[in-house]
């Protein structure tokens, strides 16, 4: 165990340099460049551009150096001084922006997270154990609705309903008043008022997911020996369900965990736009529009690491969950 964990750390170093790379390049894949885009902003305003400007801008945001060498003082600024750069259409610092977005990401994915886990594990228990009954059927069809259905479509209808019947808008986690205000108790309620809709919103298709693994799972678990000879020595029904095949349905739940971290600070960006969420995933996307590459790369960057971590931590968790993964790591390192 100890020599597949050093392993897989040494392996960890290379992939985050591989990730850097590629989410610079791909970031520059685009014709253009952010001033290319912001000129024809200006031009499209009516505002009048002469060759003069642009040299100035070009020299101004280091658009006139090779790709490479922005790269590595891109990358250089990050790791001496975890300095991420400054973003191009907010004249600001990309690491300020996240954090003011972090906080709002991370209640919502969370508070998404644990709707997805209570009710997808009772539910999908249930339907396995339950099979075909009326129950089950009406669970099928709703999992089947909930995972085909467009995060986006989904926050639109509940928008309309919620305004329709209720002359409530439910569009961002805070009300007017509370926007701009430091944290405080009040801000806080608020927050707690609001956030539900995009947490139910978020969390329906994960859990209408969720809930088909766990009932396969069980099913397939429930029918084998080793359940039958449990019940045959007289352990109670719950004790069997829990012990055995619930223990091997949680690990495809773990292994989820490699882009379950990188999706609690992104969130769901099509929903952040329609329901006005100030969280990252906008971000991300108003930043990947306007070719700002310092703002897009950075988040990109934090998101393939929290993939890599997230995996390292998926894969020491199943190997301590599951004899069977520990025994094939024995036999493989002989």
């Known amino acids: 165990m100890l020599g597949y964990i050093i392993r897989r750390l040494m392996i960890i ?30 031009q499209a305003s009516g505002v009048e551009i002469n060759q003069t400007i642009i040299d100035t801008l070009t020299k101004q945001y280091g658009l006139d150096r090779p790709v490479y060498v922005q790269y590595f003082m891109w990358i250089k600024n990050i790791i001496l001084y975890g300095n991420f750069g400054t973003s191009f259409s907010w004249n600001r610092p990309v690491a300020d922006l996240i954090k003011e977005r972090i906080s709002a990401t991370l209640a919502i994915s969370l508070f998404s997270l644990v709707l997805t886990w209570i009710v997808a594990f009772p539910v999908g228990i249930y339907s396995a154990t339950h099979q075909y009954s009326p129950f089950d059927h ?45 944290w ?4 806080f309620v608020d927050m707690l008022k609001n956030i539900w809709l995009p947490v139910v919103v978020v969390g329906m298709a994960g859990t209408a997911g969720l809930v088909r693994v766990i009932r396969a799972m069980m099913l397939d678990e429930i029918r084998k020996l080793y359940v039958t000879t449990a019940r045959a020595k007289g352990l ?10 619930l223990r091997v349905a949680v690990s495809p739940t773990i292994s989820t965990i490699g882009w379950l971290l990188p999706a609690l600070v992104s969130g769901e960006s099509v929903v952040g736009i329609v329901l006005n969420l100030q969280t990252i995933g906008p971000l991300l996307l108003t930043a990947s529009l306007a070719q700002d590459m310092y703002l897009a790369g950075s988040i990109v960057l934090i998101l393939g690491t929290l993939t890599v971590i997230g995996m390292f931590i998926s894969d020491l968790l199943l190997a301590w969950l599951d004899p069977r993964v520990r025994y094939g790591e024995r036999q493989e390192g002989g």
Do not use: C
Request: net charge positive; charged share 10%; no cysteine.
């Open 236 to 245: 109670p029904e719950y004790k069997v369900l829990i012990k055995y095949p």
């Open 13 to 42: 170093i290379p992939e985050l340099f591989l990730i850097s790379v590629i989410a610079f390049i791909v970031i520059q894949l685009p014709p253009g460049d952010f001033l290319t885009t912001y000129i024809m902003r200006l």
């Open 184 to 187: 405080s108790f009040a801000k």
């Open 138 to 182: 009406i669970f099928t069809f709703l999992s089947f609705v909930g995972v085909s259905m467009p995060g986006f479509l989904l926050a639109l209808t509940a928008v309309w309903f919620l305004y329709k019947f209720t002359g409530h808008a439910v569009i961002g986690i805070f009300s007017l008043e509370f926007q701009n205000q430091p």
